[in-house]
């Protein structure tokens, strides 16, 4: 089994509502997104899946938070901009994107700070 992954940012604000204590006031983040596929084989290059198609598809949807409040941002206008539910809607973003491919998405993290981080795996 092959695991690839790629990892980009976005920096965006945000506030919790309903969250009892300061992050239910406007505040901003450097969000760091890894997304984790994997493959049971190479293709005859030897990749598993190439770094750049899936840096794109990541880039494509990180695109429309980047530089945003994204409680203003579907479908955060509706949820709480959590870190667990940017997780999940990054995966159920991405995952459409790899229909046809040789691989499985397996986990879409989300980092708000270096040392704070959501790994959102579907059962």
Not at 22 to 41: N, T, W
Not at 52 to 78: E, M, Q, Y
Not at 102 to 117: I, N, T
Request: charged share 25%; hydrophobic share 40%; glycine share 6%.
């Amino acid at each position: 089994m092959y695991q690839v992954s790629i990892e980009q940012h976005f920096d965006a604000a945000h506030f919790l509502r309903g969250y009892q204590g300061k992050c239910e006031a406007l505040h901003g983040h450097r969000f760091r997104a890894v997304a984790k596929v994997e493959a049971s084989g190479i293709d005859e290059v030897g990749m598993a899946y190439d770094f750049a198609t899936l840096k794109g598809h990541l880039r494509d949807i990180l695109s429309r938070l980047d530089h945003t409040c994204l409680n203003d941002v579907p479908p955060f206008d509706k949820i709480n901009p959590s870190s667990e539910n940017i997780a999940r809607t990054i995966y159920n973003e991405l995952k459409p994107k790899l229909t046809g491919a040789p691989v499985v998405l397996a986990s879409v993290e989300v980092w708000e700070s270096p040392e704070s981080r959501v790994a959102y795996i579907p059962d």
